[in-house]
């Protein structure tokens, strides 16, 4: 049974950094990312790594945020400094099964930063 559990959001003031984990277990993992979804706004990409650690960031955090793997805990992390309130949203991490190329969903964290 795969599972992804988020851990690191919270409330941080503007300029502040924190950073998100992500620990997959129940197979082995391809791409792994973070989105992130704000009241009223689409969910969108902040960045993916592949498994052989390329990453992809959106425009609006490139410079900020980076994002790292752990093959061997399975594990993803999103380093976020310099946040901004535009960065206040649920962020989940999304992971693809390497064999079978499927997409999960961890249940989300909270990050929230105050001007």
């Known amino acids: 049974q795969v599972q992804l559990v988020e851990s690191g959001g919270g409330l941080v003031q503007a300029g502040g950094s924190l950073i998100l984990s992500c620990a997959a277990s129940?197979?082995?993992?391809?791409?792994m990312g973070w989105y992130r979804q704000a009241p009223g706004k689409q969910r969108e990409l902040v960045a993916s790594?592949?498994?052989?650690?390329?990453?992809t960031y959106a425009d609006s955090v490139k410079g900020r945020f980076t994002i790292s793997r752990d093959n061997a805990k399975n594990t993803v992390y999103l380093q976020m400094n310099n946040l901004r309130p535009e960065d206040t949203a649920v962020y989940c991490c999304?992971?693809?099964?390497?064999?079978?190329?499927?997409?999960?969903w961890g249940q989300g964290t909270q990050v929230t930063v105050s001007s």
């Open positions: 999304n992971a693809f099964t390497l064999t079978k190329r499927e997409g999960y």
């Open positions: 129940g197979s082995i993992f391809s791409t």
């Open positions: 790594i592949s498994r052989g650690s390329s990453t």
